[in-house]
């Protein structure tokens, strides 16, 4: 059982930046592709960006791309959001998950339920 946990949230003006960390359990971790997800209250949670195993494939939501980054160390069991030109409507709960997803890039990334363990999640507010 792989545990997730997540830091680094907090409040951040409209167009500064935010790094969100997710830490894991296991060294399993480093055989895990991993994701960040997000969710607002009243919205379904949607995946803002993912990472393969061992770090080569990348995907990002459209509404992120170019100002978001997906990273891992596996050496630290962990995975990184750097979050640039960050807006109000990034404002959610960030969430980080695991899971050994099958198939071809991007689509592999994008099927929810794929994804087994899931953190607690850390709030990220953007003030307009």
């Known amino acids: 059982q792989v545990q997730l946990v997540e830091s680094g949230g907090g409040l951040v003006q409209s167009g500064g930046s935010l790094r969100v960390s997710c830490a894991a359990s296991?060294?399993?971790?480093?055989?895990?592709?991993m994701g960040w997800f997000r969710q607002t209250p009243g919205k379904e949670r949607e995946i803002v960006a993912a990472?393969?195993?061992?770090?080569?494939?990348?995907y990002y939501a459209d509404s992120v791309k170019g100002r978001f980054t997906i990273s891992r160390d596996n050496a630290k069991n962990t995975v990184y959001l750097h979050m640039n030109s960050l807006k109000p409507e990034d404002t959610a709960v960030y969430y980080c998950?695991?899971?050994?997803?099958?198939?071809?890039?991007?689509?592999?990334?994008?099927?929810?339920?794929?994804?087994?363990?899931w953190g607690q999640g850390t709030h990220v507010t953007v003030s307009s």
């Open positions: 296991e060294r399993t971790f480093s055989t895990y592709d």
């Open positions: 998950a695991g899971g050994r997803l099958t198939g071809s890039a991007p689509t592999r990334y994008l099927d929810i339920g794929d994804y087994i363990y």
């Open positions: 990472i393969n195993w061992s770090g080569d494939s990348l």
